[in-house]
């Protein structure tokens, strides 16, 4: 089982921007940011092949003002989010232990979950 821990979040105003970082405990295939607004089910916002490649992957509704990176070294992902907005306000979610063969966008690909950050943006 991949240990997931993740760092940053908090509450910036519109237009501002925060980084999240998620380390797990062995590398796997892929790694990825999931949110979920109250009362909204999980969705993806972006990931990225941490092994065999770099590429990276995002929802429309993120494509543009965050990105997804990378530190093979430490097992490390980070999610630099500019130019946020009050309907990014989520919980923020890191996914790993990807199983190969399904889409990178659908929770069930993943086997490992983080404890979740909460990103608040304000208007």
């Known amino acids: 089982q991949v240990q997931l821990v993740e760092s940053g979040g908090g509450l910036v105003q519109a237009g501002g921007s925060l980084r999240l970082s998620c380390t797990g405990s062995?590398?796997?295939?892929?790694m990825g940011w999931f949110r979920q607004a109250p009362g909204k089910e999980r969705e993806f916002a972006a990931a990225?092949?941490?092994?065999?490649?770099?590429?990276?992957y995002y929802s429309d509704s993120v494509k543009g003002r965050f990105t997804i990176s990378r530190d093979s070294a430490k097992n490390t992902i980070h999610l630099q989010m500019d130019s946020l907005k009050p309907e990014d306000t989520a919980v923020y979610y890191c996914?790993?232990?990807?199983?190969?063969?399904?889409?990178?966008?659908?929770?069930?690909?993943?086997?490992?979950w983080g404890q979740g950050t909460q990103v608040t943006v304000s208007s």
């Open positions: 996914a790993a232990d990807f199983r190969v063969g399904r889409s990178v966008q659908s929770a069930t690909a993943y086997g490992a």
């Open positions: 062995r590398i796997t295939y892929a």
């Open positions: 990225i092949r941490t092994y065999g490649g770099r590429d990276t």
